[in-house]
């Protein structure tokens, strides 16, 4: 055990705590789980912005603004643009 364990009582207590659950199948199974369901959100919050960032350059597009400023205020380079409906 190193000596910052030692020396505070709080911390090797933490530590202790953590040894526990970490060596706990199932709630390491729990954390995985969490984790899935994170990285889960994650892409479908990324999706979800991409697809709005398409559907404005999409508007956009219609009114007659050029290619150039739509890409330039949202990001997405001109030939994906171009081949928006």
């Given amino acids: ?3 910052m364990l030692q020396d505070c009582p709080p911390v090797q207590s933490a530590y202790e705590e953590f ?8 709630m390491r199974e729990k954390v995985r789980a969490q984790e899935r369901f994170l990285i889960d959100q994650r892409l ?4 979800a912005k991409r697809e709005g960032i398409r559907e404005t350059a999409q ?3 219609r009114l007659g603004v ?4 739509i890409a330039e205020a949202t990001g997405l380079a001109p030939s994906e ?3 928006l409906d």
């Fill in 44 to 47: 479908r919050l990324a999706g």
């Fill in 59 to 61: 508007n956009l597009k």
């Fill in 81 to 83: 643009i171009e081949r």
């Fill in 1 to 3: 055990m190193s000596a």
């Fill in 66 to 69: 050029p290619t150039s400023t």
């Fill in 19 to 26: 040894r526990r659950f970490s060596a706990d199948p199932e």
